[in-house]
């Protein structure tokens, strides 16, 4: 079975530029969280849908950040327009209904902001 | 509120070695418990899960029992190998909606880094 799937993989841009990254839970799950990790911040929650529709998006750092799931496969999350602080790697997860707690990670898209 | 705590790194070992990587929760209530690791380069995934007191999960050697009478989850492992490098969050379930229903967000713990030489 196909897990998590995120696009790109690395992503290198000029400050001030639109990046959008991309991520495909797996088929079933109803749960998707957006997570970025540094080595200062470590691992943090940016936001979660379940069921499509955004439960929490406390953890969003500014405007900047919007993140979009318009159907059961696919989600986004956006930085408009993009700082060196950005740089991170960010993740996306997903879980199922009856384990919900159970996260099934991706990747990662690793993104540098020049 | 939902928090965990785990012993702070890096730790370094020689293969073969027991390893301990404490974990304390805050005890609200009786929550489910994890022990999630990262691989270089890789996204988490769950190493193993607790639900109840006393529970002891377990998985690729390594084991952690639930215990509620000092709100701990440590993970533990006979003898650790060099693949055994990672960094490893222990985490609980956090996040309850306004009804009461949690939808899967979880807290975690800072990690620890565990590096194994030959």
């Known amino acids: 079975d196909a897990g998590v799937i995120q696009s790109p993989r690395h992503e290198v841009t000029e400050m001030g530029q639109e990046v959008t990254l991309r991520c495909k839970p797996i088929s079933g799950h109803n749960s998707l969280f957006w997570y970025r990790q540094t080595m200062m911040r470590g691992l943090e929650l940016l936001i979660y849908f379940n069921n499509n529709v955004p439960i929490d998006d406390s953890g969003m750092p500014e405007d900047r950040f919007s993140a979009k799931m318009p159907n059961a496969s696919f989600s986004t999350l956006k930085i408009q327009p993009s700082e060196p602080r950005d740089s991170a790697v960010y993740f996306c997860?997903?879980?199922?209904?009856?384990?919900?707690?159970?996260?099934?990670f991706g990747p990662g898209t690793r993104l540098t902001v020049l | 509120g939902n928090s965990v705590t785990q012993m702070e790194g890096p730790v370094t070992l020689s293969e073969e070695a027991f390893l301990t990587i404490n974990c304390t929760y805050t005890a609200t209530g009786y929550p489910s418990l994890f022990w999630y690791v990262q691989y270089p380069g890789e996204g988490l995934q769950l190493l193993l899960k607790a639900t109840k007191a006393d529970d002891k999960g377990s998985n690729k050697g390594f084991e952690a029992t639930y215990r509620k009478e000092t709100t701990s989850f440590h993970l533990e492992k006979g003898s650790v190998q060099v693949s055994d490098s990672a960094v490893y969050f222990c985490a609980r379930p956090s996040g309850l909606s306004a009804g009461g229903t949690s939808y899967g967000k979880l807290t975690f713990g800072q990690g620890t880094i565990l590096t194994v030489h030959p």
């Open positions: 997860a997903s879980s199922p209904l009856g384990r919900r707690h159970e996260q099934f």
